[in-house]
C-alpha cells in the first residue's frame, strides 16, 4: 500500500519559508535560496518543462523521489497563498500556470468546496473538504502502487505528523540561516515521534537527510 513521504527543503535554522512572506513572493524574503540547488538540476529542469541542467547524485537521487510518487496532497496556502471564497482568492488558478509540474492527482485541502481542474501534461487538482484523513484515502486510492507525496506547507505537515500518518521524510537542508519566517516543526505538539535514519547524501550545496517512521 501507498505510504505518506514528505518531501521538503529547510534551512539549516529549520526554515522553510523566509520572513514577510506574500503573494508576490511566497517563500518570504530570502526564501527561494533555499531550492537553489535544485531549480539547477536536469531532472527538475524537464519536469518544468526546461532543457539542460546538472546531472550527479542530487539529480539521481531526485529522480528516484519523484518516480516514487504518484500523487501529492498539498495545504490550501500551498496551492495559492489565499483562503476564503475561491471568488476572493486573487491566485485561484494556483501559481504554476496551464502546465504544473506534478504530472499527475494532486489533492488539495480547503474548507471551501470546489470543482476539480484539470491542467496540461496530466496534473489535476481535487480539492478535499474533509480534512487530512479524506485527503490521504483519496491520494493513496490515487497512486496505485507508488507512494503520496506531501508537498507542504508546514501546517499541513505538521498536521500529518500529530496524527502519526508520515511514513518517510526526504529533508534537504540548504547551507542557509534565514533567521526568521516559518518553521517547519514548529511546535508540532502530540507524543514524541521516533525515527529511524536511512539515508544520508551529501549533495552539492545540500545534505539530504531520509527518514522512516520508527515501527
Known sequence: MAGLTLDITMSLDGFVAGPNATLDE???EGGEQLHDWV???AV???WHGLEG???GPD???????IGSIGAHVMGRRMFSGGEGPWEDDPKADGWWGDDPPFHGPVFVLTHHPRETVAKDGGTSFIFVTEGIEAALEQAKTAAGDRDVGLSGGADVVQQYLRAGLVD?????VAPLLLGGGTRLF????GEPIQLKQTRVVQGRDVAHLMFTRAS
Do not use: A, K, S, Y
Open 26 to 28: 511566497p517563500l518570504g
Open 39 to 41: 531549480v539547477r538540476l
Open 44 to 46: 527538475w529542469r524537464e
Open 53 to 55: 541542467g546538472e546531472t
Open 59 to 65: 539529480d539521481e537521487l531526485v529522480q528516484e523521489i
Open 168 to 172: 518517510t521524510m526526504h529533508i534537504h
Open 186 to 189: 514548529d511546535e508540532p505538539g
